[in-house]
């Protein structure tokens, strides 16, 4: 797996498709998607400023088609969609890219695509590829928020200048959290 991509709650990677990848029909195996929903996840939560980022609680995917074959690649893109004092919540989604080889995956993002965001076949497509499968990921942080070599602080100041420069743009003033995290007033 490469990490193609980083910002502060999001992640994005990529999968070349390798033997010991697939299972038994020579597709890749549901497990791979599952290992990975663990570690992007893991990696969306460090982008928001976690060293350490905690141990699971809990872990769920959806396979909703086949993802390829060797030589084929998978795109994930991870986000951490809350980092709280206790629990950190995490979605991973996952596409089969241009070319892959399962049957109802088409040879390029605009082959079947609708002007919907949906393909014809139905299933989401937003250039990345066909989604091939969906994950949550929680993790206890509680703990993990005391490593030394946490940078929390770094992450508010970007999120805070972010803030800043978004209220000057759109005539919203914002500020960020103890946690980071956005909120928006609009103004009186």
């Known amino acids: 797996m490469k990490v193609v991509a980083a910002e502060p709650g999001v992640v994005r990677c990529r ?28 990696l969306a ?11 699971s609680t809990d872990l769920h995917v959806t396979f909703i088609r086949g993802a ?52 014809a076949n139905g299933a989401i497509d937003d250039g990345l590829g066909k989604l091939v499968a969906r994950g949550t990921h929680t993790k206890y942080v509680s703990h993990a928020r005391a490593h030394p070599d946490n940078d929390l602080d770094g992450l508010k100041e970007i999120a805070q200048l972010e803030a800043e420069a978004a209220a000057s743009t759109s005539g919203t003033r914002a500020a960020a959290g103890e946690d980071g995290r956005r909120s928006w007033t609009t103004p009186s």
């Open 68 to 119: 390829g074959k060797v030589g084929d690649s998978v795109d994930v893109v991870a986000r951490c969609d809350l980092l709280g004092k206790t629990l950190a919540y995490t979605r991973c989604d996952f596409f089969a890219t241009a070319g892959a080889a399962s049957g109802d995956v088409a040879a390029s993002p605009e082959a079947d695509q609708r002007n919907d965001g949906m393909s």
């Open 45 to 55: 939560v460090a982008s928001r400023g976690l060293y350490s980022t905690g141990v």
């Open 15 to 42: 999968l070349e498709i390798e033997p010991h990848h697939c299972n038994r029909l020579s597709i890749l195996h549901g497990g791979v998607i599952t290992c990975l929903t663990d570690t992007t996840g893991s």
